[in-house]
């Protein structure tokens, strides 16, 4: 697996690179699909943040923690990411299996121009999926929501946690 460090506000040595490595070769051993991971450390006063994202053929693990030590909130991201692969690892071989379509998301700071200031814009290459995998697939990032496009409508849709802890579904009416 070949894994990508960065460092914010941090200088990112060969021990803590290795550390991660390490801690990260934990997870092929859940799904030997893993060929490469972003990882970015981040310290901002007293708190130490990893963040990691794995794609893997069209699905992203994605995992955050924060503490006050580098090396607990790397053991604790990768315990995190193991919880998710288990969680997930019957749908996940079954839709990898299905599917080779691969997911590039990238990110960038975006230029403040007229308006609501952005501070931050996210790209990413869309592909149908059903509701059902967008629901996974949302699951497995952490988020409330998730932006697909719908394989049987082939429109943009979106699906979302609701506070009752079941799922909406947006989809647009022209």
Known sequence: MKVQVRGRNVEVTNALKEYVEKRLGKLERYLDLIEEAQVTLTVEKDSHRVEVTIPINGIILRGEETTGDMYASIDLVV???????????????????????????????????????????????????????????MNLLGYSFFVFTNADTEKVNVVYRRKDGRYGLIEPEF
């Open 79 to 137: 315990e995190k990411l193991e919880k998710q692969i288990n969680r997930y690892k019957g749908k996940l071989y079954r839709r990898l299996g299905r599917q080779n379509m691969e997911v590039k998301a990238g990110e960038e700071e975006a230029r403040e121009e007229n308006g609501p200031p952005i501070v931050r814009t996210k790209k990413f290459a869309v592909k149908p999926m059903s509701v059902d995998e967008a629901v996974m697939q």
